[in-house]
């Protein structure tokens, strides 16, 4: 099985996905008024930074209104800040020239699984904090496994460093509907999108803060109109000449309960990105986080 690192994403996003997002203070948004519809579904306790009222919704036209349809398509903020473990692999390529990783996360306290095959078929197994591993030394911040042997020094923080690098690119290719409220990250109105389906889709702009690390990347999010779900996403990232293609998410399902879309699907097909053994829970399944890790996810074409 291949190695999946050739295929990460130029994605530096150095902010926290380990609890709700929040959201910028200054969103690019002109539009005002309210309308209920923003926030249909989503009553009751809202994790700070998350709108809690519908004063920026004026005509469904604007980068907010549109953010907060989609924060709820996906179950709303409380389903997801009750959301503690996460479960998927990320997968490229089907058949024998799939290449992936297995991933697990504990929301709440950072503690983070991940399981992948080297070009030469070892395993290795890293453990380790995604939250202690920013603010502490690598050392510190967690271990690493080859085919059961522990890495250490140089070698282990560099693996750490690629585990990490890991979960950043992954998780954003799986949550990335998420990050919409997160700090630092700004929201425009970009009107709405004809795309090759022949239909209108409202069309959301992300940029971010120059402490983010990525402050030249540029997203845009094409939400469907009747669910408010992602329908296809497009980068263009920080040093490269032009925009990448239209990737449509396919496949929305209630995961636990949230909901998640498991295949991104290019136009020309030629790549394919997609997530197996999807699950969520308000709890951590015992053993996951351990070096055995007896319920953690197996490799990737493993039965579910």
């Known amino acids: 099985m291949r190695r999946a690192t050739s295929w990460v994403l130029a994605l530096l996003v150095l ?20 309308d209920a519809e ?17 004063s920026y919704a004026a005509i469904g036209d604007s980068a907010r209104y549109w953010a907060r349809r989609l924060l709820t398509s996906l179950g709303g903020p409380e389903a997801w800040q009750e ?9 490229v390529g089907t058949g024998e020239e799939a290449t992936g990783r297995s991933h697990a996360w504990d929301r709440h306290t950072g503690r983070y699984r991940l399981e992948y095959d080297r070009d030469d ?17 690598l050392s510190s911040a967690g271990h690493v496994w080859v085919d059961g042997e522990p890495l250490e020094g140089a070698e282990r923080d560099s693996a750490l460093t690629d585990a990490y690098g890991a979960f950043i690119n992954d998780s954003y290719w799986l949550l990335h509907p ?3 409220f997160d700090p630092g990250v700004h929201l425009d109105w970009a009107g709405r999108t004809e795309l090759s389906d022949g239909r209108s889709y409202p069309t959301v702009h992300l940029t971010f803060e120059s402490d983010l690390g990525v402050t030249n990347d540029q ?32 496949g929305w399902q209630r995961v636990g309960d949230v909901r998640l879309a498991p295949r991104r699907v290019w136009p020309d097909g030629a790549v394919n990105i997609h997530f197996e053994d999807l699950a969520a829970a308000d709890t951590v399944p015992s053993g996951v986080f351990s070096r055995d890790g007896a319920s953690a996810p197996g ?5 579910n």
């Open 15 to 34: 902010v926290s996905l380990a609890g709700l997002p929040a959201c910028t203070a200054e969103g690019g948004d002109r539009a005002g008024g309210s």
């Open 299 to 303: 490799p990737p074409g493993a039965s």
């Open 178 to 180: 998420l990050k919409y």
């Open 83 to 91: 959301t503690r473990f996460l479960r998927f692999r990320w997968i």
């Open 219 to 250: 997203y845009w999010g094409f939400i469907d109109p009747e669910t408010g779900r992602l329908h296809a996403w497009q980068y263009h990232l920080q040093g490269r000449e032009q925009k990448g293609d239209v990737i449509r998410w396919e």
């Open 38 to 54: 923003a926030t249909a579904g989503a009553a009751g306790s809202v994790p700070e930074g998350v709108p809690r009222d519908t």
């Open 121 to 137: 078929g070892s395993r290795v197994v890293a453990l380790f904090n995604v939250n202690r591993i920013r603010a502490d030394s």
